[in-house]
């Protein structure tokens, strides 16, 4: 079990926005992008889509889903499931908790699992 | 807000081993179908595919063309697809917030890379096989790119970037010659006149809406010319669009049919013509009553506010035209010899308030929108030229061009040589410099180094 990262407050990621925590930062072997989804909630998924070489972060956040800025694939912000084609493997999951303002990231700790 | 005087990337990349045909296409010389001296005009230039394909060449390759205003550019990603001569397109901003332009085909297959006529994105990806470019044109993203040679580079396979895109005051020019004369330069004192338009308010002009197109039976030129050169028809074409105008009951009035005023005569085939007495207004009485003419006055001088400020016409060659009073601006894109595509948009001061905007808007449809009750008029002129000019004898009579020869004259009041406002001047300008480049090779045109080892 990793450790949170406090990423910064509620107000420093807009709606429909991203942030990318670096790998060097995160502790593991992937950027991770840190979603401020339309419903309000924040999600965590690899940043690097699996389709190809894509940052997932740049994409279009359209209520809880995320389409890749490149080639439109779709993930589930909450579950990283991939929704259409091109990309078929699912984006790995990072808990993420709001504490007060502030916005803690669990990298590695997967959603999906919990 | 800036632009790429200078292409940033390597336009027109190596192409590896590949060379052109052998012998380039064959050119067709003009000098005997445009006599500027004796105002006669060849109408094959309106109809013959040849020169049609040595225009696309000769001079919608090598002349400034008008692409699009700086306000339909905001933010990163935005863009705005068009085309210069034939050619598609992609204008966009990049994350530096410079306005670039590149080839709109996709280096790997060509199929059209952006579909959509404007919008915002993140990259552009094509919907063939998936190659993704960035806002720069960088090829970023190749799908199964582990099965590309070892000396396949992405870098080699970025969009073929247009090499020069300038402003002129909010408008968005680009030119396919990389040592092309610069824009400022290359109109010269046709900026006085522009400015008429362009440089009432100090925050600029923007454009409203969105681009209206639509298509007309005709030769790009005779578009491009008439609003260069040609008062003339006002009164017999829009005779009737006139009697709407007028105050009501108040009839037809001498002095807007005998209005005085000038043509400007660029040599570089620009030209503007422009009424010079009071009455030619023909506002929208919002926009007439906003302007603070006493501080316009200081602002462009005397002249500018009673002549290219009034009702005028004007053409920046090769394709781009305006009219300053109706708030329009458009191109005229060459569809083939027989067609053009015209694409207008809307020009207001950026500081009017919504209600005078939005009044300049309405009058603008009402006189030059696409059922414009001026626009239908003069489409109908150049369709019904265009729809008989396949006839071989019709085809062999000449046009004549000839009104007001030997009246070109520095008058003391306005830059450059100007003409009388009933006067073919700027026509026969226009065409002397359209066979001019016709007649000279372009940038393109210089022999193509032999692959090595011959």
């Known amino acids: 079990m990793s450790e949170a990262i406090n990423i910064g407050t509620i107000d420093d990621i807009d709606e429909g926005e991203a942030r990318v925590i670096p790998a060097e930062e995160n502790g593991t072997d992937q950027d991770i992008a840190v979603f401020h989804a339309e419903d309000g909630n924040f999600y965590a998924l690899d940043d690097t889509c699996t389709h190809e070489t894509a940052s997932l972060a740049d994409g279009w956040i359209e209520g809880t889903e995320v389409e890749c800025p490149v080639h439109s694939a779709k993930f589930c912000l909450k579950s990283g499931t991939a929704l259409c084609m091109p990309a078929t493997i699912a984006a790995r999951t990072h808990k993420v908790e709001v504490s007060g303002q502030d916005v803690l990231l669990y990298p590695a700790v997967s959603v999906v699992d919990a | 807000m800036s632009t790429t005087e200078h292409c940033p990337s390597e336009a027109n990349a190596a192409i590896g081993k590949m060379r052109g045909p052998e012998h380039g296409p064959k050119n067709i010389d003009v000098s005997a179908l445009v006599d500027t001296e004796g105002g006669l005009i060849d109408r094959s230039i309106y109809t013959d595919p040849g020169i049609y394909d040595q225009e696309m060449r000769r001079i919608f390759a ?135 338009m362009l440089d009432r308010d100090p925050e600029g002009t923007e454009v409203m809406g969105g681009v209206m197109k639509w298509e007309l039976e005709g030769n790009w030129k005779l578009a491009a010319e008439q609003f260069a050169t040609d008062w003339y028809h006002v009164n017999m074409s829009h005779a009737s669009a006139l009697m709407v105008m007028s105050p009501t009951g108040k009839g037809p009035k001498t002095e807007i049919v005998a209005t005085p005023g000038r043509q400007y005569v660029s040599p570089n085939g620009h030209g503007a013509g422009f009424p010079t007495h009071p009455k030619s207004r023909f506002d929208a009485q919002a926009v007439h009553e906003h302007y603070d003419y006493e501080a316009l006055r200081e602002r462009l001088g005397d002249a500018a506010v009673e002549g290219p400020m009034t009702t005028g016409h004007a053409t920046v060659f090769p394709s781009f035209s305006y009219l300053p009073v109706n708030g329009s601006i458009r191109i005229w894109h060459p569809k083939g010899p027989n067609k053009i595509e015209v694409w207008a948009w809307i020009l207001v001061d950026k500081s009017m308030p919504d209600d005078v905007k939005d009044a300049q808007r309405l009058y603008n449809l009402r006189t030059f929108g696409p059922s414009g009750i001026f626009e239908a008029d003069d489409g109908e002129n150049w369709s019904e030229i265009q729809a008989i000019s396949d006839g071989f004898i019709t085809n062999s009579v000449p046009l004549n061009f000839q009104m007001g020869i030997g009246s070109e004259k520095e008058d003391g009041v306005y830059p450059g040589q100007t003409s009388e406002l009933y006067s073919d001047a700027a026509g026969r300008s226009f065409y002397k410099h359209w066979s001019k480049l016709m007649n000279t090779p372009a940038w393109h045109e210089h022999p193509a180094p032999a692959p090595a080892g011959e």
């Open chain 2, 62 to 196: 090598r002349s400034w063309l008008f692409l699009a205003h700086t306000s339909q550019f905001k933010k990163p990603g935005d863009f705005f697809t068009t085309f210069m001569g034939q050619d598609p397109v992609i204008v966009t901003m990049d994350k530096t917030k410079t306005i670039r332009a590149y080839l709109n085909s996709c280096r790997h297959r060509g199929v059209r890379l952006c579909r959509a006529d404007a919008g915002a994105t993140k990259m552009f990806t094509c919907t063939y096989h998936g190659w993704s470019f960035d806002l720069a044109g960088a090829l970023k993203t190749v799908p199964n790119e582990k099965a590309y040679p070892e000396d396949f580079d992405k870098k080699d396979w970025s969009l073929i970037e247009v090499p020069r895109l300038s402003e002129y005051k909010g408008l968005l020019f680009a030119n396919w010659d990389k040592d092309a004369e610069d824009l400022e330069d290359t109109l010269g004192d046709m900026r006085y006149y522009m400015d008429a």
